[in-house]
Each structure stands twice: as structure tokens, then as C-alpha cells.
């Protein structure tokens, strides 16, 4: 994969910073869509086991409200349970996306697990191990960064948990 220079999203430019190998992809985002994860399959022609979406969630327990990431395969779902039992949580719901987009600093639809305004506790999807290489957002809508598995979990401090289904 070639290293690029940084694109101006802070996603970017976390990856230049770690001297993490990446390749951006850039599509043609059309602004009446939707299901972001099912364009960026359309649009970049890969498997959606490989892409991953970035999910904000607010989990509750006995430590309070917090927000967490779910990072899960476009090809599935978040398991909420799962995710509030893998932060040692009760419960979890989808965060509101006015609140996932003042603590990521991202929009919906291109909210990145890398440079997040505000670092969240994230947890990815075990199958997250089984590619060479992922796609996540890049920041943008219409723009993902393919990159190792073992780098995103890195520069996230992620745990891996059954989160998919």
C-alpha cells in the first residue's frame, strides 16, 4: 500500500503522524444517499465483510453514561448487548447523531475511528482480524482509507469482541 500525504481530515493525518502505510480511496459521494457503508461497496467494488463502519453508541452501567465505537462490517450489524457487555456496561443504545458527530468531530456517514476529536473506548468486530487489509471512513463522505487490520487496532487501542451479527 502506498503512503500518501495528508488529505486535511484528521483521520489523515493521524495515519501520516504514526507513519502508518495506508491507501485512500476516493468515490463519487451522491448526496441523496443514505446507506453510506452500501455506497462505498458499490463504489469501491470490495467485499462488505471488508469495509467497516464507525458507530457511536452511549452505554450505561454502573460507571454512568459514556459514549463508545462499535466498529462492524457493513455486511452486518451492531449487536448493542454485545457492545455495552464488551465495555462492561448494561446497556447500550445508538448514540444520537448530533451527539456522535460534536464527539468525533465527523459528520454521519463519514465519521472515522482515527482522529476522533474527543477518543472514545472503541471495539471492533473479531472478524476485523481475518483481511490483510480493511476499509474505514477517512473523515469524509466518499473517502475510505485501506489499511491493515493490526494498524487500525493500534492507533484505536481497540479491543476485539463478537460486536457483529
Wanted: glycine share 12%; charged share 20%.
Amino acid at each position: 500500500m502506498a503512503r500518501r500525504q495528508a488529505s486535511g481530515t484528521p483521520a489523515i493525518d493521524a495515519l501520516v503522524r504514526a507513519g502508518v502505510r495506508y491507501t485512500l480511496h476516493d468515490y463519487e459521494h451522491d448526496p441523496a444517499q443514505r446507506a453510506f457503508g452500501d455506497e462505498t461497496v458499490a463504489a469501491l467494488g470490495v467485499a462488505p465483510e471488508r469495509v467497516f463502519k464507525t458507530l457511536v453508541a452511549e452505554v450505561s452501567g454502573s460507571a454512568g453514561t459514556r459514549l463508545v465505537v462499535g466498529l462492524v462490517p457493513v455486511s452486518g450489524q451492531l449487536n448493542l448487548k454485545a457492545l455495552a457487555a464488551a465495555v462492561g456496561a448494561k446497556r447500550a443504545v445508538m448514540a444520537e447523531p448530533a451527539k456522535a458527530e460534536r464527539s468525533s468531530g465527523f459528520v454521519v456517514g463519514g465519521i472515522s475511528p482515527l482522529g476522533q476529536k474527543t477518543g472514545l473506548p472503541t471495539v471492533a468486530d473479531e472478524s476485523v482480524t481475518g483481511f490483510d487489509t480493511v476499509f474505514v471512513s477517512a473523515g469524509r463522505r466518499g473517502q475510505q482509507i485501506e489499511l491493515s487490520p493490526h494498524d487500525l487496532l493500534r492507533l484505536t487501542g481497540a479491543s476485539l469482541a463478537p460486536i457483529g451479527r
